[in-house]
C-alpha cells in the first residue's frame, strides 16, 4: 500500500456524527458531495449502508469526501463492517474517488432498497 494519502467519498457510518467516524482522525474532510446518478443503496440490517453501482436506475448518493492518509485509511478498512470494499466511486462532478462499496448480489439478498432516500442519515431519521 502506497504511503500517500488518497481521496475517499464515504456515505455511511464514516460521516460527521456517526458511529465509526472516529476511524477518520486524521483525515481532512474536503467537501460535502453526491455520487452521479449511478448508485442504488441498500440498508444492510439498518447497521450501515450498501452501495452499488448501477447501468440503469440509478441515484445520486449523499455523502463527504475526505483526504485520508495511509495509516488512517488502514484504521478506516480494518473498523469497516464485513463485505465493505474499496472501489471506484464517480462524484456528481465527474471526478472518481475511492469510495466504500457493498456487493450488490448480498445487498439486494440481504438488505432494503432505500435509494429513494439518496441519504444514508434521511433514511435513518425517517425510521
Known sequence: ????????????????????????????????????????VYSIGDVHPGMFEV???GVEIAGELYRVPAEVLRRVEEGEPPNLY??????????????ILYPRALAEANGRDISSYGDWRKYMESE
Open 1 to 40: 500500500m502506497s504511503d500517500e494519502a488518497i481521496e475517499l467519498f464515504v456515505n455511511g457510518t464514516l460521516m460527521r456524527g456517526l458511529a465509526l467516524n472516529g476511524n477518520l482522525d486524521g483525515a481532512d474532510l474536503l467537501e460535502e458531495t453526491r455520487t452521479a446518478a449511478r448508485y442504488r
Open 55 to 57: 447501468d440503469e436506475g
Open 86 to 99: 474499496r472501489g471506484p466511486v464517480m462524484l456528481v462532478d465527474g471526478r472518481v474517488v475511492d469510495g
